[in-house]
């Protein structure tokens, strides 16, 4: 398949899902409509236990606005090989956000706490300012996720990310907020 026809089914692509995501966004105001790792970069094993293959695992567990400031919780779990500060800088990449609003996210904070109680579970935490006035109550964010090595993968042309040959995985996240 050409490059052009590429872009265009993954234009296709986004915009279908967009579009279901409104759609599903309307009963639900956290619908997470999908965490999986996105072709052609699926999630690489990352350990293992006995024969079983682990890849990690992320999901949204919290997201609201509150004062101009989006804060949205992800976990990661099968994800064991960070063990400091720098793996956690190195191997989960701040992501890429678009909403469907007028509105300008602007980067504030990232935290995160690694569980050591045997579920293997990392937890991070971002906040954004928000700027601008949204033209409804819900925002669909949709956001490029990448474990890492962390860098700037984007092809520029602004249609998808392009990660490297060697990152873990690369997610597209898509889900709603109330702006009110």
């Not at 009963?27 to 997470?32: G, W």
């Not at 700027?131 to 925002?139: A, F, L, T, V």
Request: aromatic share 8%.
């Amino acid at each position: 398949m050409n490059k052009n026809l590429q872009k265009i089914f993954i234009i296709l692509t986004i915009i279908l899902a967009i579009a279901i995501g409104l759609y599903l966004g309307k009963k639900d105001f956290q619908a997470v409509l999908s965490t999986g790792p996105t072709d052609p970069f699926p999630a690489k094993v990352v350990s293992s236990k006995g024969n079983e293959k682990i890849t990690p695992v992320v999901k949204v567990l919290s997201a609201k606005i509150n004062d101009g400031v989006l804060t949205f919780v992800l976990s990661i779990k099968n994800f064991s090989i960070l063990k400091t500060v720098e793996d956690f800088e190195n191997l989960i990449c701040d992501p890429a956000i678009r909403t469907d609003q007028p509105i300008q996210l602007i980067f504030k904070s990232k935290e995160g706490t690694i569980t050591n109680d045997g579920s293997e579970q990392t937890t991070i935490r971002y906040e954004y300012l928000v700027k601008g006035n949204p033209s409804s109550e819900e925002i669909g964010i949709n956001m490029d996720f990448t474990l890492g090595p962390c860098g700037n993968y984007s092809d520029n042309s602004g249609v998808a990310p392009s990660p490297a040959s060697n990152v873990i995985a690369n997610y597209q996240i898509e889900f709603k907020v109330m702006s009110k």
